[in-house]
C-alpha cells in the first residue's frame, strides 16, 4: 500500500517568513494529493490539494509543488501568520481517488 | 465546500458498551465514507471504507466485529464501536467523498466525535 513521509515534524517560523512542509509517496499510482490544515480538537480542512497533471498550484499564500518522478510534493506558505499556526498533513491518493493515506503532519508555529 | 456533520461531538461511556457514531453528508450525496481514528498528536490512520449498499471494507489490524459500520443511504453511515474499552478512547472522524464532477472529486471531513471509555 501507500506509504507517505513528511518532514518536518514541528516548525517554528517568526511571522512574515515563509514556511516549507516536504512530503514524500511510494506509489506511484497515485495522483491526487490534498493538503490539510487541522487545529487543536478540529477536524482537518482542505486547504489546496493538486493533481498529478499539474506541477504547481498557488492560491494566495499557499502554493504545492509536485515532483512525480521523483515522488515528493511540497506546501509552501508565504509571509506566515500567527493563524497560519495548526498541523498540517500531506495525503496522497490513488488513481480513481479511492482512500487517501495521511503524513505523519507537521506542527507549525509561527511566532508574532 | 460541502458539508458533513458527525453526532455526537462528545461521548463519555462506560467500558463494555456499545457507542454509535453518526456521520451525515448534508448538502450532497456520498456514495464512498470513510472512518479515521485519531490519537492524540498523531496523524488520520483509516479504519474502513463505507460504500453504500454494500459491506465495508476494513483496513488491515482493524476489527471488523468491533467495529461496525453501516453505509444505509447515499447521506449516513454509522460506526459503532461494541464492547467499548478505555483503549478505544480516540478522536474518530468520518469523511465523505463528493460526486465526480468536472472531473474531480474532493474529500470532506466530519468535526469529528471524541470518545472517552472509562
Known amino acids: 500500500g501507500e506509504n507517505v513521509e513528511q518532514h518536518p515534524s514541528t516548525l517554528s517560523v517568526q511571522e512574515g517568513d515563509s514556511a516549507v512542509i516536504k512530503c514524500t509517496y511510494s506509489?506511484?499510482?497515485?495522483?491526487?494529493f490534498p493538503w490539510y490544515k487541522q487545529e487543536l480538537g478540529k477536524r482537518p480542512q482542505l486547504i489546496i490539494d493538486?493533481?498529478?497533471?499539474?506541477g504547481e498550484k498557488k492560491d494566495q499564500r499557499i502554493a504545492v509543488t509536485l515532483n512525480k518522478t521523483a515522488k515528493h510534493f511540497s506546501l509552501h506558505i508565504t509571509e506566515t501568520q500567527p493563524e497560519d499556526s495548526a498541523v498540517y498533513f500531506c495525503a496522497a491518493a490513488p488513481g480513481g481517488y479511492q482512500k487517501v493515506t495521511f503524513g505523519t503532519g507537521t506542527k507549525l508555529q509561527v511566532i508574532p | 465546500g460541502a458539508v458533513v456533520s458527525q453526532h455526537p461531538s462528545w461521548v463519555i461511556c462506560k467500558s463494555g458498551t456499545s457507542v454509535k457514531i453518526e456521520c451525515r453528508s448534508l448538502?450532497?450525496?456520498?456514495?464512498?465514507m470513510f472512518w479515521y481514528r485519531q490519537f492524540p498528536k498523531q496523524s488520520l490512520m483509516l479504519m474502513a471504507t463505507?460504500?453504500?449498499?454494500?459491506?465495508?471494507?476494513?483496513e488491515q489490524g482493524v476489527e471488523k466485529d468491533k467495529f461496525l459500520i453501516n453505509h444505509a443511504s447515499l447521506t449516513l453511515s454509522t460506526l459503532t464501536v461494541t464492547s467499548a474499552h478505555p483503549e478505544d478512547s480516540s478522536f474518530y472522524i468520518c469523511?465523505?467523498?463528493?460526486?465526480?464532477?468536472?472531473?474531480?472529486?474532493?474529500?470532506?471531513f466530519g468535526p469529528g466525535t471524541r470518545l472517552l471509555v472509562l
Open positions: 463505507s460504500n453504500e449498499g454494500s459491506k465495508a471494507t476494513y
Open positions: 493538486i493533481r498529478s497533471n499539474v
Open positions: 469523511s465523505a467523498r463528493t460526486p465526480w464532477e468536472g472531473g474531480q472529486e474532493t474529500q470532506y
Open positions: 506509489d506511484s499510482a497515485s495522483n491526487y
Open positions: 448538502d450532497f450525496q456520498a456514495t464512498t
